[in-house]
């Protein structure tokens, strides 16, 4: 028996021999592997900032910021000048005995694995048991720096910081022990606190709390820096602005957790959780979200992807902006059926082409989703007409001249006939240019364009920046080819502004943050001449007929003189308003994403509808101006296009088109446009 017992105790003796080698090689190796580490660890100030990419913080036209953009820094903050309440809560819910280990906890692995096994995952997934050394080394992505050249994009190279294989386990422990070698505490809650993502494209609590609050990290209440620290877990989810009451219940658990260690006393966690932290004002109100996506999609790519942190001064209006979401709220709420879904855009812009609103969609946040106001391509119907007669007006025919509104047909070589037809399918004979207009008749407009020249439309259309492959046959003066809202919009102020093409804008100015000389400016929008301006005064006189006794009556106003146009596209897919008073012109446009027919929607009806409470709204509080446009006596007509539609068929005026052609002619030579 004694024989078996020194066999067995000699076996152990020798398995423990091995076992405490081995073990005291292995932490050799791993002391020898984090020395090495602990060499060649940067500075800390070479740690704080990881960014791939800058910032872009956007400030209305009245100098307040509304939108952030890129990747937010706040700032170097340190475990010496953060709120003391920040640095408690993000040791008391990350890692309570943070002060206690030297940079693994073996403790809270078995745990973490524990609770993993038991919750029915596996030992690596869900709970880590990390350190905040731990987590600091996986942020700095064990000292591997993001290249471009390497990774796919910077998703795949947090994607691979991220893992939590055995292997990468292990050298996350190496690294960390070779961090506490080679800095203090406090230098790795620094490293820690300016590069852990926190939501809304914020890296560091600095920057966080600038976007949540308002105020800098080293001003926190408890409350706040409870739901600061609350975000580590899970950034975008407990995110106040997704959702201000779960972020507020997360941070009463961290809360619980201060007082447990002894960071807050009852009464003050009493008082912490009975006046929980509150967004502010600007980071409450996310008005503008579609604007501030429009200007980082249109701006130039060494504007919003340099590696800095940069300030956009915008065109964007809050009164305004706030006037067209709350229209368009309005509206859908009191006269569309509950549970449509229906979509709308709208878009309000100064003359030289400022946008001043913008809302591509009924989600009014915006942010990341479809503009439809400047990505959505539809057909624009009645809407193009204006450019129709602007054509003609330009060429030197008159609003009151004739066209006659009869049975057309026109042989289209490779398609064979095409009759169109106006939206009642009936004829009225002689009509005034104005009249045509006003009601929105198709076949005048048909022969408009004939006589004018289709090419000459086109031009003319492509000149105001309508240029998505214009219709090539008769269709085009019904609006068959496609547009984008904002361009529309744009087409229409360069009406307004007395026929000079624009391009809109948003940027007025952009700097680097805390720099006050700009890296780029931009005086405005207003191009180069498309129309004569007495063409366009004569056209915003006919527009202006068209709200007051044509299809867009539901958008005039009472005390404000507003001109523009309806459009609806075959079989109501698209329904369009578009006008302007002497101040904004504004654009409407409504359908479904999947072009699904509207039912019993047509530009007369909810767009104009639309407009006019977003017109109301912009126009409150500001003096009425007479629109730019001229007073005829409406007592005489003459006759411009006949049966045939071709032009000057029956009584135009040759002497004054050709003189009108001399005159735009000279103008181009001498670069009078």
Same mark, same amino acid.
């Given at each position: 028996?004694?024989?078996f017992?020194?066999?067995?105790?000699?076996?152990?003796?020798?398995?423990?021999?091995?076992? /405490?080698?081995?073990?005291?090689?292995?932490?050799?190796l791993?002391?020898?592997?984090?020395?090495?580490?602990?060499?060649?660890?940067?500075?800390?100030?070479d740690?704080?900032?990881g960014?791939?990419?800058?910032s872009?913080t956007?400030?209305?036209?009245?100098?307040?910021?509304?939108? /952030?953009?890129g990747?937010?820094?706040?700032?170097?903050?340190?475990?010496?000048?953060?709120?003391?309440?920040?640095?408690?809560?993000?040791?008391?819910?990350?890692?309570?005995?943070?002060?206690?280990?030297?940079?693994v906890s073996?403790?809270?692995?078995?745990?973490?694995?524990?609770i993993?096994?038991?919750?029915?995952?596996?030992?690596?997934?869900?709970?880590?048991?990390?350190?905040?050394?731990?987590?600091?080394?996986?942020l700095?992505?064990?000292?591997?720096?993001?290249?471009?050249?390497? /990774?796919?994009?910077?998703?795949?190279?947090?994607?691979?910081?991220r893992?939590?294989?055995?292997?990468?386990k292990?050298?996350?422990?190496?690294?960390?022990?070779?961090?506490?070698?080679?800095?203090?505490?406090?230098?790795?809650?620094?490293?820690? @606190?300016?590069?852990a993502?926190?939501?809304?494209?914020?890296?560091?609590?600095?920057?966080?709390?600038?976007?949540?609050?308002?105020?800098?990290?080293?001003?926190v209440?408890?409350?706040?820096?409870?739901?600061?620290?609350?975000?580590?877990?899970?950034?975008?989810?407990y995110?106040?602005?997704?959702?201000?009451?779960?972020?507020q219940?997360?941070?009463?658990?961290?809360?619980?957790?201060?007082?447990?260690?002894?960071y807050?006393?009852?009464?003050?966690?009493?008082q912490?959780?009975?006046?929980?932290?509150?967004?502010?004002?600007?980071?409450?109100?996310?008005?503008?979200?579609?604007?501030?996506?429009?200007?980082?999609s249109?701006?130039?790519?060494?504007?919003?992807?340099?590696?800095?942190?940069?300030?956009?001064?915008?065109?964007?209006?809050?009164?305004?902006q706030?006037?067209?979401?709350g229209?368009?709220?309005?509206?859908?709420?009191?006269?569309?059926?509950?549970?449509?879904?229906?979509?709308?855009?709208?878009?309000? @812009?100064?003359?030289?082409?400022?946008?001043?609103?913008?809302?591509?969609?009924?989600?009014?946040?915006?942010?990341?989703?479809?503009?439809?106001?400047?990505?959505?391509?539809?057909?624009?119907?009645?809407?193009?007409?204006?450019?129709?007669?602007?054509?003609?007006?330009?060429?030197?025919?008159?609003?009151?001249?004739?066209?006659?509104?009869?049975?057309?047909?026109?042989?289209?070589?490779?398609?064979?006939?095409?009759?169109?037809?106006?939206?009642?399918?009936?004829?009225?004979?002689?009509?005034?240019l104005?009249?045509?207009?006003?009601?929105?008749?198709?076949?005048?407009?048909?022969?408009?364009?004939?006589?004018?020249?289709?090419?000459?439309?086109?031009?003319?259309?492509?000149?105001?920046?309508?240029?998505?492959?214009?219709?090539?046959?008769?269709?085009?003066?019904?609006?068959?080819?496609?547009?984008?809202?904002?361009?529309?919009?744009?087409?229409?102020?360069?009406?307004l502004?007395?026929?000079?093409?624009?391009?809109?804008?948003?940027?007025?100015?952009?700097?680097?943050?805390?720099?006050?000389e700009?890296?780029?400016?931009?005086?405005?929008?207003?191009?180069?001449?498309?129309?004569?301006?007495?063409?366009?005064?004569?056209?915003?006189?006919?527009?202006?007929?068209?709200?007051?006794?044509?299809?867009?009556?539901?958008?005039?106003?009472?005390?404000?003189?507003?001109?523009?146009?309806?459009?609806?596209?075959?079989?109501?897919?698209?329904? /369009?308003?578009?006008?302007?008073?002497?101040?904004?012109?504004i654009?409407?446009? @409504?359908?479904?994403?999947?072009?699904?027919?509207?039912?019993?929607?047509?530009?007369?009806?909810?767009?104009?509808?639309?407009?006019?409470?977003?017109?109301v709204?912009?126009?409150?509080?500001?003096?009425?101006?007479?629109?730019?446009?001229?007073?005829?006596?409406?007592?005489q007509?003459?006759?411009?296009a006949?049966?045939?539609?071709?032009?000057?068929s029956?009584?135009?005026?040759p002497?004054?088109?050709?003189?009108?052609?001399?005159?735009?002619?000279?103008?181009?030579i001498?670069?009078?446009?």
């Amino acid at each position: 028996m004694r024989f078996f017992y020194n066999i067995i105790r000699l076996t152990f003796s020798l398995i423990w021999r091995v076992l /405490w080698r081995i073990g005291a090689v292995s932490v050799a190796l791993i002391l020898i592997a984090s020395a090495f580490v602990a060499v060649t660890l940067p500075p800390v100030e070479d740690l704080t900032d990881g960014r791939a990419r800058g910032s872009v913080t956007m400030r209305d036209a009245s100098g307040q910021t509304f939108a /952030w953009r890129g990747d937010q820094y706040g700032g170097l903050v340190s475990a010496e000048n953060v709120s003391p309440n920040l640095l408690n809560a993000i040791v008391a819910t990350e890692d309570r005995r943070f002060y206690r280990h030297f940079g693994v906890s073996p403790r809270g692995v078995i745990g973490a694995i524990a609770i993993n096994l038991r919750e029915g995952r596996g030992p690596l997934e869900g709970h880590g048991g990390s350190t905040i050394t731990q987590q600091t080394a996986k942020l700095i992505c064990l000292g591997v720096p993001y290249d471009p050249t390497v /990774w796919k994009n910077e998703s795949a190279y947090e994607s691979d910081c991220r893992q939590t294989t055995l292997w990468r386990k292990a050298k996350e422990a190496v690294y960390a022990v070779g961090m506490e070698m080679r800095y203090s505490k406090n230098d790795i809650l620094t490293i820690y @606190m300016n590069r852990a993502y926190l939501g809304e494209g914020t890296r560091g609590f600095e920057a966080a709390s600038e976007r949540y609050f308002g105020k800098s990290a080293a001003d926190v209440d408890p409350a706040q820096a409870a739901m600061l620290a609350g975000l580590l877990v899970a950034p975008t989810r407990y995110a106040p602005t997704n959702n201000l009451a779960r972020s507020q219940n997360r941070a009463n658990l961290i809360i619980g957790l201060m007082e447990d260690q002894d960071y807050l006393t009852a009464a003050q966690a009493e008082q912490a959780i009975a006046h929980p932290a509150q967004l502010s004002d600007a980071a409450r109100d996310q008005s503008g979200g579609y604007f501030a996506d429009w200007l980082m999609s249109s701006a130039p790519d060494f504007l919003t992807r340099r590696n800095a942190d940069v300030v956009f001064d915008t065109t964007l209006d809050p009164r305004i902006q706030k006037s067209a979401e709350g229209a368009l709220a309005h509206v859908f709420e009191t006269k569309v059926r509950e549970g449509s879904d229906a979509q709308a855009a709208i878009v309000v @812009m100064s003359a030289d082409g400022a946008v001043r609103g913008m809302v591509g969609g009924r989600d009014l946040d915006g942010g990341g989703v479809f503009n439809r106001a400047t990505q959505a391509l539809r057909q624009t119907g009645s809407s193009f007409k204006p450019f129709v007669y602007a054509t003609a007006l330009e060429l030197g025919w008159s609003w009151n001249d004739i066209v006659q509104d009869a049975p057309l047909t026109i042989n289209i070589p490779g398609s064979g006939p095409w009759t169109p037809e106006n939206y009642d399918h009936d004829f009225r004979g002689p009509v005034t240019l104005v009249d045509a207009l006003k009601k929105s008749l198709n076949i005048p407009a048909v022969r408009v364009a004939q006589a004018a020249g289709l090419d000459n439309v086109r031009k003319v259309a492509e000149d105001f920046g309508i240029g998505h492959d214009l219709a090539p046959g008769p269709a085009l003066a019904l609006g068959a080819s496609e547009a984008t809202l904002i361009e529309m919009v744009g087409a229409y102020a360069g009406i307004l502004n007395g026929g000079s093409s624009v391009e809109p804008y948003g940027m007025t100015r952009v700097t680097l943050q805390g720099d006050s000389e700009p890296l780029a400016e931009t005086e405005g929008g207003i191009g180069e001449r498309v129309i004569r301006e007495d063409a366009a005064r004569e056209l915003i006189y006919m527009m202006r007929q068209v709200v007051l006794s044509g299809t867009g009556q539901r958008a005039g106003l009472d005390n404000v003189e507003i001109a523009g146009k309806t459009g609806t596209t075959q079989a109501a897919r698209d329904a /369009w308003f578009i006008g302007f008073s002497a101040d904004y012109v504004i654009g409407v446009w @409504m359908g479904y994403d999947n072009n699904t027919p509207l039912t019993g929607v047509t530009g007369s009806g909810l767009p104009a509808e639309i407009f006019h409470e977003t017109m109301v709204r912009v126009q409150d509080g500001l003096e009425p101006r007479p629109l730019p446009m001229i007073h005829p006596d409406t007592s005489q007509g003459r006759e411009m296009a006949g049966d045939s539609g071709s032009a000057g068929s029956s009584g135009s005026n040759p002497i004054k088109q050709v003189e009108n052609v001399i005159e735009k002619a000279l103008r181009d030579i001498f670069g009078l446009n």
